[in-house]
C-alpha cells in the first residue's frame, strides 16, 4: 500500500472503539503477532536477567515466561504496528521531569524514604504484562516491602542522564495515598506522587530483589489485572478495584445469579445466557482449549474450577445480527449434563456463539452473543490462566499432545545457524517423536554441551526454539532444560537428514535446466520484482488500483475499508494479481488475504496492511535446486537477528522460490514466502 494511502489522524483521537474495529479487521497472523510478543519477552529477560539474585554467581538458563494473557491488546499492538510502522519492545513510559533536590542519604533501615511500605497495597507493571498490571503473591510483596524499607537509598541530581530503554513501575496504595516507583534500565528509580518527584540510586542487594518482584509468576500467587490500554496513565484506572469486594456481577439476562451455596467439588456452576440461568454439571465434563475446539488437544477443567466461574462474571449480550466474514476461534469450552451438550466458542470479531445439544434427540439451538471490551479481555485471561495452570505442571512429552507443534524448521547437523521448514510428512515424525520421547526437567544452572540441533516450531500460539545438545540434554527457550532419551536424538538425525536432502542441490544434478546460470541471473531479477509486487494495492506493486483518499469509511458492523474505485469485486483484483502470480498455489490467491472485502456491490481495502518481522534483516536467492516440468524451483536464504533488540540470536531460514513458465516462454511467480 502506498503510504499516502495510510491516514494516521484516524488514530489521533481514536476511541476504544475505533482502536478495537482496527485492531480486529487486521490480516496479520497470529504467528506475527507473537514474533512481535516473543521479541518483547525477549528483551524483558535480557535486561532482567542482567541482575539476578547472585550477581556474582554466573547463572545459566533463562526464566520461564508465558504469554501474554489479552488477545485484545495483542490485536491493538498488530494493527498499530502495521499501519504506523513501529516495533513493540513493551509499553514505553513518559520520562519523569523537573527539579530534584539532593538530600541527606542517610536512612533510617526500617523505613524507605516514604515511610514504612510494609502495609501499602501493591501493583506491578512489567514488560511483560503492560498495559496490564499484576498484584504479587504474599511472599514476593513481603520480599520487596522489606528490601525496599532496608534499601540504602541516595538522592540523585536533577541534570542525572535518563537511560534508554523500557521502564517498569510499581505502585503503592494506602487509604488515599498512592505513587509510584518507576524502575529504570540502569538500576536507578524514580518516585513520582501527586505532589513530588524524586530519582534514587539504590544498592545492588535491593536492585536484584526488584527484578525478581518484576516478573509475572501466576504460580507464586502473582495476579494479573487486566486494564484498557487508555488506562495507563491514570493513577485512579490502576487502583479502580482495590477497594471494593470482589463480587459477581450478574449478568444482564440472568435471572438467576451464579452462587458459591452448597459448593459440590465433583459438580460445577456454569452460567448459560440462552437458557438464562445457571446449569449444574460434572466437573469432569467441563473442557477448554484456547483456541478452536479440538476434543483431543482440550484440557480438563477439574483442576481449574475458576474458569467455569468466570462465565457468571460478565454481562452477556444477545445479537440478533449475524457476523460476516472469516474469523479465527480464539477459545473454546465445552461441557455437559444429562440432557444438554453445552458449547462456547469465542471469535477474534467480539462475537461469543453458544449452543446446547439435547443428547436425545439431537436438536441444536444456536445464539449469538457478545461482552464488552473489558468483559472479553476477563474471559480470554480467564482461559489463558486456566491453560499456564495446567501446562506448567506438563513435561513437553504430555504439553505437546495439547499445544501440536506446526510450521516447523531444523537445522541440518552441527550447522544450527541454518534451518528449513518441514513438509507434513516429516512433521508428523518430528511430532511423534517429542511426544513418544522420554523429558525429565533439570535445574535451570545445568551446564549443557555442544548444540547439534536446533529446531523453531509454533506450539499453538507461541513460537518457540527447541536446541538439542551432544550430551543428552535439550533447552526449550523461555521454559527449561531437560534430559531427553537417546531415541529422540536419533530421530531428530533421521527427520533432519529427510528435510535436508530435499532442499540440497547435489541431490537434483539430473534435474538441473540446461542453461543454470543463465536462468539463476534472471530468476534473481525476477525474485526482487516478486517482493517488491507481493500483495502490493499501490502503484509500486502489479495491481494499479484507484483507492479512495481520506479516512477510511466505517460500516455498522464493525468494518472499516477504502473504496477502491476501478474495480465491482474481488475477483477482478485476484484476476489482476495472477497476471503475474500463478494461481498454481492457494497461498497466491487475492480472494484469502482478508486485505480487500465487499459491501453494497463495492470493494473495499482494509485500512492495515501486512505485517512485518522485525528481526528481518536480508533475502537473497542462493541457488537453483531443479526444475519439474513447466516449474523451476530455487532455494533462498532469509536472514534475520535479535541483536538490535538486545537479543544475541541470528539466524538463516532456507526457503523455496518457484516460478512456473507459461506457454509463450514467459515467468509467473509461483511459490513464495515473504521473509518480513
Known sequence: MNDKDIDLRVL?????????????????????????????????????????????????????????????????????????????????????????????????????????????RVRIMSTATAPSVFEPGTDKKLALTEALNNAEWNELSADTPVPDGERQIIYFKKGDETFSLIVCTDGTIYYSSNSNEERYQIDDETQNVIYQALKYEPESGDKLISLDSDSVDDIDMIWQDATEPEVTTEPEINTEPVTNAEKNDDMSEVYFPPLNKTVKVPTNKCSFFTGEWDEKTAFSCENVPELIEAFGKVKWNKRTDIPTGEYIVTASFRCSDDKYIYSYDIYSNDYIVLKYEDIVSGEMTTEIYSTSTDDDVTLYSAFREAEEKITSQMLPDEWFTHEIPNNSFISRKDEIGVITPMDETDEKEFVNALTSASWEKLPDETVTGECIYKLRFFAHNSELNLNIYNDGTAYIEQYSKYRISESLVEDLARISDNVWAKISPENYTDKMPANKEEVFNKAKEFYDKALKYYYNFGPEGCLNLEIAEGIAQQFEDGSAGWLIKNVNSIDEINDMYHEFFSDRYPENDIRKSNYVFEKDGHVYMRPSGKGSNILFQSTELSDVLYQKDDEIFFTVNNNYSEVEFGGNTTWTEKLLFSVVIQPDGSWKVGKITCPW
Open 12 to 120: 489521533e483521537n481514536a476511541d476504544d472503539d475505533t482502536i478495537r474495529k482496527i485492531a480486529a479487521d487486521c490480516p496479520s497472523s497470529d504467528e506475527a503477532k507473537e514474533r512481535m510478543f516473543a521479541m518483547s519477552r525477549k528483551i524483558y529477560n535480557s535486561r532482567t536477567n542482567e541482575r539476578e539474585y547472585n550477581k556474582e554467581t554466573e547463572v545459566s538458563g533463562v526464566e520461564i515466561y508465558r504469554k501474554p494473557k489479552w488477545h485484545k491488546f495483542t490485536a491493538v499492538a498488530a494493527a498499530l504496528l502495521i499501519v504506523t510502522g513501529v516495533t513493540a519492545g513493551g509499553v514505553m513510559l513518559t520520562r519523569n521531569k523537573g527539579d530534584h533536590k539532593i538530600v541527606n542519604s542517610e536512612i533510617e533501615a526500617s523505613t524507605s524514604p516514604f515511610g514504612d511500605l510494609s502495609d501499602f
